[in-house]
């Protein structure tokens, strides 16, 4: 089952991460003015640099064939 997002702080992160993750060029400025309804600048830029290591690490396992991703 899906994580079902309680707030609009957690809707606009669900959105992000979800938009981020199918294409990160479709992210938007109103994508990250409604993250920053509830995260700071320095958190907007950490969960974009966490994202974008998870989805680059994961990719290299697909790639490598060390495992499922």
Same mark, same amino acid.
């Given at each position: 089952d899906?994580? /079902?997002?309680?707030? &609009? &702080?957690?809707?606009a992160r669900f959105a992000y991460?979800?938009?981020?993750?199918?294409?990160?060029?479709?992210?938007t400025d109103d994508d990250v003015v &409604?993250? /920053?309804g509830a995260l700071s600048i320095a958190q907007v830029v950490g969960l974009t640099e966490m994202? &974008?290591?998870?989805?680059g690490f994961t990719r290299? /396992?697909?790639?490598?064939g060390t495992g499922r991703a």
């Open positions: 899906e994580p /079902r997002p309680t707030d &609009a &702080a957690e809707r991460v979800d938009k981020f993750v199918r294409d990160p060029h479709g992210v &409604a993250l /920053r994202l &974008a290591l998870l989805d290299l /396992r697909l790639i490598l």
